[in-house]
């Protein structure tokens, strides 16, 4: 680092530092315990056990679902998006997504058009990555099976018109798909208050767990519909070469990460209050506002986007790739930005930054205004540099 301290402001890719009482958490459980759940019936395996139930009334507690069984978990977001695309769409279906949303759905469901004949309509964004609820309400056919849509763009922060679209779809066949990776541990959601079907988020993001850790919901009126992406052991059934039809096994295949999910469940202890999600939400906006405050004040510098509840800005800079950019970022500020496309395919055309995608500079929970300060600062010290010679 050059001797300078690390200030890491890559949030929307993955939080750090993570808590010490999770490190503590999972190293105690590979210690103490190191069972698999579900594959015995021995005090330590039940131990497992209570790590992963317990998980999920926690988390369905958060996300409003009166049933945790709703809940399975994934060792990515990925996996368990693909686990919702995978299992509800069918050759010839019809689907709607949007620009904002992540190559984590969109490629499954690119996947699925070139191979099923799966009908796609991506619905497109403005300038500052928000989708326009009225042309993504017109793009729901009668036929259309699925709507995908996420909580909030992981390029520009902006935070998506879930509820709207939640509310219109109670009336419409369509189910409805919600990506809350860059949301779930800042925002509160209400899955049942809302309207959403299939809901994923990972745990590694802001509400604190380690990578390896993700969740999908998925309502119960959905799970006779579904299909399984994934086949193998489950730990129980074993006689049958079926996979189950109950959730969560049917979409459990495979051992679980045990010790990454007890750092989890001891990162959601952090914000189990009312008063700590409000906290997380105030901060969050607090940062976001201190950023493109700053940020708009640099010459030769543009933001894409605005400033919202979450602390996320994408910009660009006259004569400077992001790629470069966030090297000199790095190497002489010791500032910890990501630079590039963001694995969000379709975003891009709509902010203008087809060729090269942008710099994005992401907090956290644990995020401090003076780190926000310090990358201003810099990129206002890199500006100046480039054009005073």
């Known amino acids: 680092m050059n001797g300078k301290n690390r200030i890491y402001l890559d949030h929307a890719a993955t939080s750090w530092p993570k ?15 190191g069972a698999a759940a579900g594959r015995g019936g021995y005090h330590s395996a039940a131990a497992a056990d209570l790590v992963v139930s317990s998980l999920r009334r926690s988390i369905a507690q958060r996300i409003g679902a009166s049933n945790s069984d709703c809940i399975s978990f994934h060792p990515s977001g990925t996996a368990a998006l693909n686990a919702a695309i995978h ?13 904002a949303d992540h190559n984590s759905v969109l490629r499954p469901l690119n996947h699925l058009a070139q191979t099923q004949g799966v009908r796609l309509t991506i619905v497109p964004t403005d300038g500052s990555g928000l989708v326009d609820f009225q042309s993504l309400i017109a793009s729901v056919a009668p036929d259309t099976r699925l709507v995908a849509l996420t909580h909030a763009s992981n390029v520009t922060g902006a935070v998506q018109p879930i509820a709207e679209l939640g509310e219109f779809l109670r009336s419409h066949p369509a189910w409805f798909l919600c990506d809350a990776a860059q949301t779930f541990g800042t925002l509160p959601i209400s899955v049942e208050d809302v309207g959403i079907d299939l809901l994923a988020a990972p745990g590694h993001k802001s509400s ?12 119960s009126q959905l799970h006779r519909s579904f299909v399984p992406w994934m086949q193998g052991g489950t730990g129980s059934q074993s006689e049958s070469l079926e996979m189950p039809t109950t959730m969560p096994l049917m979409l459990e295949a495979g051992n679980l990460n045990v010790p990454a999910l007890a750092g989890w469940a001891d990162s959601l202890q952090s914000w189990q209050s009312s008063e700590e999600v409000r906290r997380r939400m105030e901060h969050a906006a607090r940062l976001s506002e201190r950023l493109h405050a700053g940020l708009g004040q640099i010459e030769h510098l543009r933001v894409h986007g605005r400033a919202g509840i979450l602390p996320i800005a994408s910009v660009t800079i006259e004569d400077l790739a992001p790629s470069d950019a966030a ?16 694995c969000a395919a ?8 087809e060729q090269g995608g942008t710099l994005r500079i992401s907090a956290g929970h644990t995020s401090a205004e003076f780190e926000i300060d310090a990358v201003i600062e810099a990129l206002a010290t890199i500006l100046s540099a480039m054009h005073s010679s």
């Not at 299992?87 to 620009?99: E, F, M, Q, Y």
């Not at 604190?208 to 309502?219: D, I, R």
């Not at 090297?327 to 963001?342: K, Q, S, Y």
């Open 19 to 33: 808590a010490e009482s999770v490190l503590e958490a999972m190293s105690r459980f590979a210690r103490e315990c």
């Open 87 to 99: 299992g509800l769409v069918r050759p010839g279906d019809h689907v709607v997504v949007s620009a």
């Open 208 to 219: 604190g767990g380690p990578l390896g850790t993700a969740f999908l919901y998925v309502a």
């Open 327 to 342: 090297a000199v970022l790095d190497a002489e500020f010791g500032i910890e930005t990501r630079a590039g496309m963001h």
């Open 346 to 353: 379709r975003i891009h055309a709509h902010l203008g930054t």
